[in-house]
């Protein structure tokens, strides 16, 4: 059993137009780089041109933000989900 990865719609032609994806790895970074690996196209929206997670890129972690666990160090269950959301900005001025 792999935590299982919540695509939101926004990312999903990226990765095969999947809704979730189960993902091997312990924590976020790990889990990050394997999706990068078999969704290559979903790269520049995960990860920042240094490896580090993409600032406009929120990471859940059963609804707790990786930012305050250890960011790409945050520890994963293999019961865990794992949900991605895409920031969100804009508006009228």
């Known amino acids: 059993m792999s935590p299982v990865v919540r695509i939101p719609t926004v990312l999903r032609p990226a990765m ?3 809704n979730e994806v ?3 790895g312990t924590t976020i970074g790990e889990i990050l780089k394997e999706l990068t690996t078999q969704y ?3 790269t ?5 041109e240094d ?7 929120n990471v859940y972690v059963n609804d707790d933000d990786v930012r305050y666990l250890g960011g790409l160090d945050a520890p994963v269950a293999e019961t865990d989900e794992v949900t991605l959301l895409p920031a ?6």
């Open 88 to 93: 969100v900005a804009g508006g009228a001025n």
């Open 16 to 18: 095969g137009g999947q």
């Open 22 to 24: 189960n993902v091997p």
């Open 40 to 42: 290559p196209a979903a």
């Open 44 to 48: 520049g929206q995960l990860l920042s």
């Open 51 to 57: 490896g580090t997670l993409h600032r406009f890129l």
